[in-house]
């Protein structure tokens, strides 16, 4: 099981969940069961997420390895100037 | 609208060409004589990435006429180096960091020439000063300033 | 690829060499957008609009198409329809179809074989417009019964009995926010306002389109970013992106606004339709009018603080705009506000409305500068209320190691509280001030990025090294990939060229944004270097006959690897080199990644101003920039960011805005009317780099292009209100604003 926290616009999709419990060993797999247990998540991962793994911003890391425990924070997908 | 044969000096150079009444000098520069050096960054005199002398007079050449150069002797950035070697400016500009995307730097080279040959020792304010019709965007003046006065501090014989 | 190691010594990285491109760019032979030309090439001209806001009724080009010398006329019914919405809406800018949005939308377009003839054919269009209610503030747009710009572009999570131009809203934060007002001795809560700033780049969007018969096109542009504008232009086009080469020029000024086409797909079509090369190049009126400045923005902030100076809670609200069409640069501002602290309780709401305006790009640190302006400043008037330093008390709040961000993320190595302890030890924090004068300190955050990434490196039988890279350089980058380069392969500076290859040769390439270059390519730089270096190993041990893994690379050379690998001289990169050919052929290396662990950057400015009590007139006497560099790869190209970022916030605090008449056009469409900051504005700008390494790059690197234009606009803000005694709520501030203020309105 892996801890993602929402931002807080999202909680409407989660019953109030600021915090949600997923399965899943990487990027991608915390994403689609994501999806697939709330699934008004969906269209916001659809359009583009990033996700911070202990600290580290990934954008599109499918095979980012997560270990249970770690720190995980559901961004909007990012950019610069 | 009927061209005109204008017969001009430029870095040097005797060179003739032919322009519409209403063309900017910088045009000519840049589309009938393939020097563009000098840049169009405003078209109106605000920026000063197209100055280039006329008769040794600073001007910004989307201002003037190509039919005004007539008997004019013209210097832009490209005959600012001689041969191999560049300016004292130019050189200084690259070891200060003076430019970052580097599209003002002809037009502040020529500008700060042109001082250089007014005024040999400017201070600091005057260099903002002169230099406050070449707009920069990336690099907020300071490097330029510093590389202007290193570059003078060497033509006066003092490096 | 995390940090090598901590304390590693280096030859190279560091030192401040010439850059390549110098010379070109002294003498006045750089190849910028506008300097790209073909044999047979037609010039290209924009018709626009001259409403904010207006049905398209009719196009008729007849008279323009029958002028001699006019070779192609386009307008938006052109281009066939693109299901991708994001690229749909780069392409609507690009030509109207149905609806102009904004003062300065493309309407039709002219390739003709003169400038003059294709001004002339612009001018002999005739558009018929049915004009529309037009909306130009935020804050207006998002009243109920505000005129719709686009219709049924709201996000899913958007409340419903909203007004159409709300298209997103986004919540950040954590804690009791109640609980942390409460503890609080001194609550305040201000609104602020940020006018939209343009990127004011010096070289107008540009570029030279050929499309051939056979269906391939090639296409020079000035552009942050080749690749993308391969991708989107061949959307557009309905070509395949195989099809379309574009090589970027030498580029003059970015800084987030040339991360999109404008001008390119146009082009591309005149080509198609006329079977000539067109160059199309945009004025400054059409550069202001018609491109994207940044978002503009109404902000509300609440902010707690005990008498000591501890922040107990904040609470903000940002409404930003994005111009005509959906913006999501809200969410990085509602996400860097509150980044630089330690807030026991937070929370950030942010909303985005549509507007009759041009369709915003990003610029330098998106988002960024509008929420943490709110934020500087309050903090600012809070510690002026309760009489504390505002040093001391952003120290007693700053973020560090494993301090629960605004954002979400816990902070792992930062520099928040190094560069501020650095601006309190300068000089400058405890030097005396004269009378109308004030000083101003602010702190700033930006995330920074990394991103899909290629490079390839050869060696040369000659010893030296090429390294082709995709991302056009805008302030010294290929001078920073060759020091790193030279730094792995151990090998001098000048032994190095860094070439910016165009779309056909490498892998795609990221934008040059998001402060990514020199970290992203850096790293895969260092990684392509290593793999050529393994080659050069592996052939040394074959010279040699012994293992490959007996084999190590130091300082330029193969050397074996211990006693017991053998006896041999070290053999020289030049040595293998020039064996190449004889021990298996070419070598080189390359490496194509998409990069994350970008480390985040703080920076901390102070701004000292004199104030003219009788014009309102703001002159910036002495300005101190501090940031966290992570590794400094080029140190002079690194201060050259920082004063340059400084001093595009300093623009934007006393001078730069987007100005709308209420008849919804830009009444300052020029560098007369929107005046950037000249030399004689401003002071030196001096500069402190510290270097706090990024364990996500191998030799400590950070991005450093954005986070300097984050601080400006409350460092000079907070300046300007201790320098006149009353506090200000707007950028930029005017000298008529300043008066007003002074006057107690």
């Known amino acids: ?81 | 609208m009927k061209s005109i044969p204008v017969s001009t000096t430029i870095n040097g150079d005797p060179v003739e060409f032919l322009c519409t009444p209403d063309e900017p000098l910088l045009d000519v520069l840049r589309n009938r004589l393939g020097l563009t050096g000098a840049k169009e960054g405003c078209g109106t005199g605000d920026c000063g990435a197209c100055s280039v002398t006329v008769n040794g007079r600073l001007v910004c050449s989307c201002l003037v006429l190509g039919v005004e150069v007539e008997g004019a002797q013209i210097e832009t950035i490209e005959g600012m180096a001689h041969g191999e070697t560049l300016h004292p400016l130019q050189r200084h500009f690259i070891e200060k960091a003076a430019l970052q995307c580097g599209v003002c730097t002809p037009g502040i080279l020529v500008a700060a020439k042109s001082l250089l040959e007014k005024n040999a020792s400017p201070t600091d304010e005057e260099v903002r000063y002169w230099l406050a019709g070449n707009l920069c965007r990336c690099t907020g003046y300071d490097k330029i300033i510093e590389a202007v006065q290193s570059a003078a501090a060497e033509m006066r014989g003092e490096v | 690829m995390a940090l090598d190691d901590q304390k590693r010594a280096f030859k190279y990285v560091g030192t401040t060499p010439n850059r390549p491109d110098g010379v070109d760019k002294v003498t006045g032979k750089a190849q910028y957008g506008a300097d790209i030309t073909a044999p047979g090439m037609l010039m290209g001209a924009v018709l626009r609009s001259p409403h904010p806001h207006a049905r398209i009724v009719s196009i008729d080009t007849s008279a323009a198409e029958a002028m001699p010398g006019v070779r192609a006329v386009v307008t938006g019914k052109d281009f066939p329809a693109v299901e991708d919405q994001g690229f749909a809406d780069i392409g609507e800018t690009c030509m109207a179809r149905d609806k102009v949005l904004y003062d300065g939308h493309p309407v039709a377009a002219i390739a003709a074989t003169t400038p003059a003839i294709a001004k002339a054919a612009i001018r002999a269009i005739k558009v018929e417009y049915a004009p529309l209610p037009h909306v130009t503030d935020v804050d207006e747009a998002m009243l109920p019964d505000a005129p719709v710009v686009l219709e049924g572009r709201a996000l899913e999570h958007v409340p419903a009995g909203m007004s159409q131009n709300v298209t997103n809203t986004c919540e950040f934060g954590h804690g009791d926010l109640e609980a942390g007002f409460t503890k609080a001795d001194l609550i305040l809560e201000r609104s602020f306002k940020v006018g939209a700033a343009h990127q004011g780049y010096i070289e107008p969007n540009a570029c030279m389109a050929s499309y051939a018969a056979d269906g391939r096109a090639d296409l020079y542009c000035c552009t942050q970013g080749h690749f993308f504008v391969r991708a989107v232009c061949s959307a557009l086009m309905g070509m395949e992106a195989s099809q379309l080469r574009v090589t970027a020029s030498e580029i003059g000024g970015g800084f987030g606004g040339k991360t999109t086409v404008f001008v390119e797909p146009v082009a591309l079509m005149l080509s198609k339709k006329s079977g000539r090369p067109v160059k199309l190049v945009m004025t400054r009126d059409e550069v202001f009018k018609a491109t994207g400045p940044t978002v503009h923005a109404s902000v509300d902030c609440k902010i707690g603080m005990t008498k000591d100076g501890r922040i107990t809670a904040g609470d903000m609200t940002l409404r930003y705009s994005g111009g005509a069409w959906p913006s999501g640069t809200i969410e990085m501002g509602a996400q860097a506000g509150f980044a630089a602290y330690d807030m026991p309780a937070v929370r950030t709401l942010g909303w985005t409305a549509l507007t009759n305006r041009p369709k915003e790009i990003s610029y330098r640190a998106p988002g960024a500068p509008q929420a943490v302006y709110a934020v500087e400043s309050l903090i600012d008037e809070m510690c002026q209320q309760l009489g504390l330093d505002p040093v001391e008390t952003r120290l007693k709040n700053a973020a560090r190691k494993g301090t629960l961000s605004s954002y979400g993320v816990t902070f792992d190595d930062i520099g928040m509280v190094a560069t501020l302890e650095a601006a309190k030890a300068h000089p400058h924090w405890s030097a005396p001030l004269g009378p109308n004068q004030g000083r101003g300190i602010a702190a700033g955050f930006w995330f920074n990025f990394g991103g899909n990434t290629c490079v390839s490196l050869n060696i040369n039988a000659d010893g030296t090294a090429s390294v082709t890279e995709g991302n056009p350089d805008i302030g010294g980058s290929r001078a920073s990939i060759s020091l790193m380069a030279a730094e792995e392969l151990g090998i001098p500076y000048d032994n190095i060229r860094t070439i910016v290859a165009d779309t056909a040769s490498l892998g795609y390439n990221d934008n040059t944004d998001g402060s990514r270059v020199t970290f992203a390519v850096g790293l895969a730089t260092i990684k392509a270097a290593r793999a050529a270096i393994k080659v050069m190993c592996d052939r040394a041990a074959a010279m040699w006959g012994i293992d490959a893994e007996a084999v190590e690379w130091i300082d330029g050379a193969a050397v074996p690897a211990g006693p017991n690998a053998g006896k041999f001289p070290p053999m020289s990169l030049a040595e293998i080199a020039a064996m190449s050919f004889q021990t298996g052929g070419p070598i080189a290396g390359h490496h194509e990644v998409n990069v994350d662990g970008a480390g985040v950057s703080f920076g901390v400015h102070i701004c000292d101003v004199e104030v003219d009590p009788e014009t309102g007139h703001t002159l910036v006497t002495r300005y101190t920039v501090a940031q966290d560099a992570g590794k400094a790869v080029h140190p002079t190209y690194v201060e050259g960011q920082m004063q340059g970022g400084a001093v595009q916030g300093i623009g934007w605090a006393l001078n730069e805005e987007y100005i709308y008449g209420r008849d919804g056009r830009l009444q300052n469409a020029g560098f007369l009317d929107y005046r950037i900051p000249v030399a004689s504005d401003l002071p030196k700008i001096d500069t402190v780099i510290l270097e706090i390494p990024n364990p996500g790059h191998p030799y400590g690197v950070r991005g450093v292009g954005e986070t300097p234009i984050v601080p400006p606009l409350a460092a000079v803000t907070n300046a300007v209100s201790r320098a006149i005694g009353k506090r200000m709520y707007q950028v930029p501030m005017s000298p008529p604003r300043i008066m007003t203020t002074i006057k107690g309105k």
């Open chain 1, 1 to 81: 099981m892996v801890k993602v926290r929402l931002w807080g616009t999202l909680r409407q999709w989660t019953d109030g969940q600021q915090d949600v419990d997923v399965e899943g060993q990487t990027f991608k797999q915390v994403l689609d069961n994501l999806s697939a247990a709330y699934p008004g998540l969906a269209p916001q991962i659809k359009r583009g997420v990033s996700l911070a793994v202990d600290g580290v911003i990934y954008r599109d890391a499918w095979f980012q390895p997560i270990a249970p425990g770690a720190e995980v924070v559901l961004m909007p997908f990012m950019k610069g100037g």
